[in-house]
């Protein structure tokens, strides 16, 4: 069961790049690596998943380096309304796999 | 296409009560697994329900227990509440995707009160 390591808390100003890096060195073969963005109250939101390399949706990018022992997840131009708590979980598809750290906090300034 | 469906969003119950909790899955997902969040913290894994039985669970006494119906719809069910089992319940369903990895997606929750 591959553990992660996310920072608790960053900041940063809008309309800028945020990259949020988790660690993961226990990840196994078969585990992919999924962020979630969750606001108060609120279920998770997926956002962006990935096995390797580097992956781009339309709200953000995940590189993955070649060892996979960790990965960043990359928000373009943030807003404030990307204040949220931000998720890395690695694991396969059971829930038994999917645990959730306590997340890193996003605070987007003005 | 409707997404994750929970109800009740809210509940108030004392300790010692009984409580159901309903989560009605996305189109096309037939696994249903249910989370609790306490306030300030990650959601913990409670159980996974798939072809309506339970097919993994997380570190939860049997106080916690569930049910999945035919159309895939699904109760959490607590009983002998404890103030400590107040939280926010997330219900996340997903296809049953074999040799891959399937994407949860989560409902809004249900918020319990325990007093």
């Known amino acids: 069961l591959a553990k992660t390591t996310q920072p608790i808390s960053m900041d940063s100003y809008e309309g800028q790049e945020v990259n949020i890096t988790c660690s993961h060195n226990?990840?196994?073969?078969?585990?992919?690596i999924t962020w979630y963005q969750q606001f108060p109250s609120q279920g998770p939101r997926f956002i962006i998943q990935?096995?390797?390399t580097k992956v781009t949706n339309e709200v953000a990018s995940l590189f993955i380096p070649a060892d996979r022992k960790s990965s960043t997840l990359s928000l373009p131009r943030v807003s404030l309304s990307d204040t949220a708590v931000y998720y890395c979980?690695?694991?396969?598809?059971?829930?038994?796999?999917?645990?959730f750290g306590p997340g890193t906090r996003l605070s987007v300034l003005p | 296409d409707a997404g994750v469906t929970q109800s009740p969003t809210h509940l108030i119950k004392t300790r010692g009560q009984q409580v159901t909790l309903r989560c009605s899955p996305k189109?096309?997902?037939?696994?249903v697994s249910w989370y609790q969040q306490a306030l300030g913290q990650g959601p913990q894994f409670i159980f996974q329900?798939?072809?309506?039985?339970?097919?993994q669970r997380g570190n939860f006494p049997d106080r916690f227990s569930g049910h999945q119906f035919p159309n895939y719809s699904s109760e959490l069910n607590v009983n002998a509440l404890l103030l400590g089992d107040s939280a926010l319940y997330l219900c996340?369903?997903?296809?049953?995707?074999?040799?891959?990895?399937?994407?949860?997606?989560f409902g809004p929750g249900t918020r319990l009160l325990v007093l």
């Open positions: 996340a369903s997903s296809p049953d995707v074999q040799g891959g990895q399937e994407t949860q997606y």
């Open positions: 329900y798939y072809e309506e039985e339970e097919r």
């Open positions: 979980l690695v694991g396969e598809n059971y829930g038994q796999n999917f645990v």
């Open positions: 990935g096995y390797k």
């Open positions: 226990n990840i196994a073969t078969n585990d992919y």
């Open positions: 189109s096309g997902h037939d696994t």
